[in-house]
């Protein structure tokens, strides 16, 4: 408002100046050239009024000239003019020549400086407002530094200008970025981007994201330097970190003691498993020891029975070899070797390796296996051991069943994160779904005794799990069993990362 007055006061003000030289330019001419009868030097006294209407109102001020122009005139047609009207029409075109390019200057002029101006107002704005810091420094020494940058380092930007780079960048960070502008020097690089540390004046020691870049300042190479203050943002990740590093360590704690229970239960299991072939050891050693000491394995007729509780004893022996052995395969978790493998050929040699036994048992083996199915970073020979298990499982299954079908089937599977799919399907006599819950369970077995162990199902999930997979099972009594492994392709990260 008040700006608004002021503006319409000198307004008012240019406007009276102009009209009282004019007049004063006018009165002047009649004087003299009615009483004095010359008019040499008033003439010069209409650019006075000329000039300064052209720098206040630009062009529109040669209005003012043609004005004055029509005063000489009409003093020619009043007979006043002291000179002949050719001089005085040349001097009325100059009067607005001068108007015009007066005007036109001094419209060029203002143009210039409310551009200066705006220009001016950009600057301010984005330093002053800039959410960055911004410095500018020639020869490590500090030209500008704006509010932010100030405000950063908790000190008036005035006190950075002038002081060298380094009374700010902490300490243990300068060999960093000495090495930084070396390289910057050495490589010919313009733009550099890090992370440093800065010392505040108060003694606290701040985080930036610093981006320089070389630019020129005041007519001379400078280097411009935008900061972020990233501190809160460090003090939250490195939380973030710790929070996510002790969740690991728990999860490594209850994946110990998850595998100490389960080491547990399978301790008992093998107690339990292992009872049966001892029990039946002592009992086959005993008779044959009777035997020899009573004298009757000496008869010819009773010397098969000593041969027959040998070989059972060895049958035992056997047996308890097997428990053991998969036991061992069970926890043994430090030699597995991963590689890129084909599983359409890993599932070929497993079937191969059953095919006299599936021919035996009368078992019609299909394979659908999908081409150019993408390899996936597994341990052969532990997945062998899966596919054998399941494979002998879909055949043990169909030993009662009329229609004796096992198809095994490979493909690509999209759906949740690129995986291959192997599903061994048989049409054996499936299984109710209280079986369905235990099947993984070690020790679990429908078979007769003897001759399962219950743990082939239990190893192959732990051995899938390790590769990163799933492993699934679908079946209904007397409707066969579908199991189906899926294993994640290598763009994963890979299982070995996370092996203890
Ligand atoms: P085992 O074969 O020694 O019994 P597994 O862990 O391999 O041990 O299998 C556990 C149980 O799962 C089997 O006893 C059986 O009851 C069931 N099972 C596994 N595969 C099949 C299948 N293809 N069809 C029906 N039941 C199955």
């Not at 030097?41 to 529109?60: N, Q, S």
């Not at 939250?236 to 239960?265: C, I, K, N």
Request: proline share 4%; charged share 25%.
């Amino acid at each position: 408002m008040l700006n608004g007055d002021r503006f319409r006061r000198r307004k008012v003000l240019r406007a009276g100046v102009v009209a009282l030289l004019a007049l004063a330019y006018a009165g002047a001419g009649l004087y003299l050239r009615l009483v004095l009868h010359t008019d040499q030097v008033y003439t010069h006294l209409a650019y006075v009024p000329i000039v300064l209407a052209g720098m206040w109102w630009g062009r529109k001020g040669s209005v003012v000239a043609g004005l004055l122009g029509l005063v000489v005139l009409v003093h020619d047609l009043l007979g006043l003019g002291a000179a002949d009207l050719a001089s005085d029409l040349a001097r009325v075109t100059l009067f607005i020549v001068v108007g015009l390019c007066v005007g036109w200057l001094s419209e060029r002029v203002r143009r210039g400086e409310r551009a200066l101006r705006i220009s001016e107002a950009k600057h301010r704005l984005l330093t002053e407002k800039s959410l960055a810091g911004i410095c500018v420094y020639r020869n490590e020494r500090v030209l500008f530094a704006n509010e932010r940058l100030g405000a950063m380092l908790g000190c008036a930007p005035a006190d950075l200008v002038g002081r060298s780079i380094w009374d700010f960048i902490h300490e243990p960070d300068q060999p960093k970025v000495r090495d930084l502008l070396a390289r910057r020097e050495a490589e010919g690089l313009t733009d550099l981007h890090y992370e440093c540390r800065f010392l505040r004046r108060d003694g606290r020691v701040i985080w930036t994201d610093l981006a320089s870049a070389l630019a020129e300042y005041e007519g001379a190479p400078a280097v411009l330097v935008h900061l972020y203050d990233i501190t809160e943002m460090r003090a939250t990740e490195e939380q973030r970190r710790e929070l996510s590093e002790l969740a690991r360590r728990q999860e490594e704690q209850l994946v110990h003691s998850t595998r100490l229970a389960e080491l547990g239960e399978m301790a008992a299991g093998v107690a339990h498993e292992l009872n049966q072939p001892l029990t039946g050891i002592r009992n086959f050693a005993r008779n044959a020891l009777y035997m020899l000491q009573t004298g009757a394995a000496d008869s010819s007729r009773d010397a098969p029975d000593v041969q027959d509780n040998l070989r059972l004893i060895t049958e035992q022996v056997d047996r308890a070899a097997r428990i053991i052995s998969q036991m061992r395969e069970l926890t043994r978790r430090s030699e597995r070797q991963f590689a890129l493998i084909d599983i359409n050929a890993v599932l070929t040699e497993s079937v191969e390796f059953l095919t006299p036994q599936m021919r035996l048992a009368g078992v019609d083996v299909r394979l659908d296996l999908a081409p150019d199915l993408p390899e996936v970073m597994g341990d052969r020979i532990r997945l062998e051991q899966v596919f054998l298990n399941l494979l002998t499982n879909a055949r043990q299954a169909m030993e009662e069943s009329r229609e004796r079908r096992l198809t095994v089937r490979t493909w690509l599977d999209r759906s949740g994160g690129q995986a291959v799919a192997i599903e061994v399907a048989d049409t054996g006599n499936g299984f109710p779904p209280e079986v369905a819950e235990r099947l993984f369970t070690p020790f679990f077995s429908t078979k007769k005794p003897g001759h399962g162990t219950g743990l082939g199902l239990s190893i192959s999930l732990t051995i899938v799990k390790d590769h990163r997979g799933t492993i699934q099972a679908v079946g209904a009594p007397g409707a066969g069993a579908r199991f189906t492994v899926r294993l994640p392709l290598p763009a994963e990260p890979h299982p070995a990362d996370e092996w203890d």
